[in-house]
């Protein structure tokens, strides 16, 4: 299974493909970043973790526009077929606790979270409207950064603030799940343990920073909030703050709500205390005795331990610490200032295995001393590749229950009748006439017409064949393979309009004769409206069996072709032959039945994801 990610930022825009067959499964790395000027940067590295990292110039204004030119990078470099598009969507909200395929609904949902998390919903949304524009016929999946959270119990979700916020959805959710869900999992392989065994607390230590308490394999607390926004200290926003300063700042300063978001987010953290969000800047500028540096790492590190003191007493105890992120993989000095002092847990790190870190794709070195309890450990997030396989895991997953589920669809016996050009109609009942509706058909577009004619074949005659409108390009006769013996002819079993090398007989109207275009016994076919077939795995021109009727006369129709259409209504169309054989007189219901005729059974399209209604 081959799976493109996006991870589109409000700065930035991370991409990748993974080939789930292989190993060495991120087969394409991409990012965009450094958008000025109508200019960015784009990292790439291409054939695996080995492959050599490049980068390049591109003439892009904004993650937009990169977004737009992923698909010409990816045709560049030979990937162009994917069976699925995996997004990191920042927040789920209450609802979404797994990887969710994108529909319309979902789509409304992510939306409606926008005001939680301002700067990245909004970025994710347009990687999925995009994408789907490019790629409308793959599966979509969005795998929330909340949704690992969602086992936080709510004595800690809870804001203590008064119950009609809280029930306008004011609580703690939590992000980064998916990298704090993966290096925990790492953590686990690299112990040899299973995840369920460990109390483990991670610090994904980037320009946004968090840190999460695993205990026993689930997320029982973190330091982000309703909002990105709570917690850490990081790159541009402020983490933890009094909520009465809002209201000093309002009053006092005359600030709006906006601006002191806005301040909150983007000239706040590091960058507020520091003068940089770039923690390597940060760290020479303490170096050669910069005191607001020097102040900006100590406000850093003391919430980092304040954090892990407060996760080993949450779950009382810890196994393991691990870091990742821009600053927790590569900074050795910030790692031995978060480990200090923790000789009470029986926490101990080993100074020369510190320094010796130097992570090359999925490495995650120990770098405690050898008596300590607390295991430490260095890792690289790869939220890409857990996003890669939560979206594996998802189609797998939804195409064995699509193989074990029931779907019960109607079905009606179409009778021989005629469909007439309308040329032919003028021909047998006179010029200028116009085929008159008797009565509609489930089909909304097809219709009964009050006119019938004659069919007349070598051996035998059919007297009165209904006639169904509207007119077609060609005159065409469908009749059972029991009525072909009467008429005399031999006739193929054919899709509608397929008409060549077909007998072709005579009709006879109240005016005049013709020859047909042809005759067919029609192929048995199932209507679908598209919403329906994408709810059932499938798609036009796939083919399914159908079991009818149960007991002694229950029978199976195997390869039945789907015709999925707008404006169709879910139905089964068999001829008499098949209905006598199945003991049906007009109506019943068929039960479906995978078929390995059938295409992509396990491809669900969002064909009928109206796209369009939602901002792009
Ligand atoms: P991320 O958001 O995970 O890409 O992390 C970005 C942060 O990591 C920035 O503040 C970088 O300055 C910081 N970072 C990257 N490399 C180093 C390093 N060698 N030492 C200290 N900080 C680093």
């Known amino acids: 299974m081959k799976i493109l990610i996006f991870n589109a930022g409000s700065s930035s825009l991370k991409f990748g493909v993974f080939d789930m067959a292989i190993s060495d499964s991120r087969v394409f790395k991409g990012e965009f970043e450094h958008f000025k000027n109508g200019k960015c940067l784009l990292h790439y590295r291409v054939g695996g973790e080995e492959g050599e990292e490049k980068e390049r110039g591109e003439s892009l204004a904004s993650v937009e526009d990169a977004i737009r030119r992923v698909p010409e990078i990816l045709k560049e470099f030979g990937y162009d077929v994917f069976d699925a598009i995996g997004h990191r969507v920042a927040h789920g909200g209450e609802k979404f606790r797994d990887a969710t395929l994108l529909d319309h609904n979902v789509l409304q949902y992510i939306e409606s979270c926008t005001s939680l998390a301002p700067l990245h919903n909004p970025a994710n949304l347009k990687a999925i409207m995009i994408s789907s524009t490019f790629w409308p016929d793959i599966p979509q999946v969005a795998v929330f950064d909340t949704a690992f959270h969602h086992t936080i119990p709510d004595f800690a979700y809870t804001y203590a603030v008064p119950k009609e916020w809280r029930d306008k959805g004011l609580r703690r959710y939590g992000f980064h799940g998916t990298s704090h869900k993966y290096v925990g999992l790492r953590v686990a392989q690299v112990l040899n343990r299973s995840i369920t065994e460990l109390q483990i607390i991670s610090c994904h230590l980037g320009n946004g920073a968090s840190i999460c308490a695993i205990n026993h394999g689930f997320s029982i607390d973190t330091s982000m909030g309703m909002t990105p926004l709570e917690g850490l200290v990081m790159g541009t926003r402020s983490g933890d703050v009094d909520p009465g300063m809002f209201s000093y700042l309002a009053r006092e ?37 910069d005191l607001d540096a020097q102040l900006a790492i100590n406000v850093c590190v003391y919430r980092l331990r304040k954090y892990i003191g407060a996760y080993t007493a949450a779950m009382g105890g810890v196994d393991a610490l691990v870091f990742t992120g821009g600053i927790g993989e590569n900074s050795a000095f910030m790692r031995r200032r978060i480990c200090s002092k923790f000789d009470f847990l029986g926490l101990y790190l080993d100074e020369d295995k510190n320094q010796a870190v130097k992570l090359k794709s ?66 047998l009942f ?83 004769a013709i020859e047909s275009d042809g005759l067919i016994i029609a192929a048995r076919h199932i209507h679908m409206s598209p919403e ?12 399914v069996d159908v079991k009818l009727g149960d007991g002694e006369r229950g029978v199976s129709f195997s390869n039945t072709l789907i015709r999925a259409k707008q404006g169709y209504v879910t139905e089964m169309h068999i001829d008499t032959d098949e209905a006598n ?36």
């Open 532 to 543: 329906d077939a994408a709810k059932m795995g499938l798609k036009d021109g796939d083919y």
């Open 430 to 512: 006179g010029k200028g006439h116009q085929l008159k509706k008797m009565r509609s058909l489930s089909q909304t577009e097809g219709w009964a017409a009050e006119e019938t004619v004659e069919v007349i074949g070598p051996k035998g005659s059919f007297k009165t064949v209904r006639v169904l409108g509207p007119t077609r390009k060609q005159t065409q006769i469908e009749v059972s393979k029991t009525d072909t013996f009467t008429l005399g002819v031999e006739a193929p079993v054919r899709p509608s309009g397929k008409l060549e090398n077909t007998p072709i007989i005579k009709l006879r109207g109240t005016v005049g």
């Open 253 to 289: 300063l005359g600030l709006s709500t906006e601006v002191v978001e806005k301040q909150l987010y983007s000239n706040s953290g590091l960058k507020a205390l520091a003068g940089s969000h770039d923690f390597r800047e940060i760290e020479s500028k303490a170096a050669k005795g």
């Open 362 to 427: 999925f490495d995650a070195p120990q770098i405690q001393s050898f008596d300590s309890r607390v295991k430490v450990i260095v890792t690289q997030t790869c939220e890409q590749l857990m996003i890669a396989q939560e979206v594996q895991y998802l189609l797998k997953q939804q195409k064995s229950q699509l193989k074990t589920k029931k779907w019960h669809i109607p079905v009606a016996v179409s009778a021989r009748h005629v469909h007439l050009s309308q040329e032919a109609v003028e021909a």
């Open 581 to 616: 054989a199945a003991g049906i007189a007009f109506r019943t219901e068929g039960e479906l039945v995978m078929n390995e005729r059938q295409g992509n059974a396990d491809i669900v399209t969002k064909k009928n994801m109206r796209l369009h209604s939602l901002r792009t």
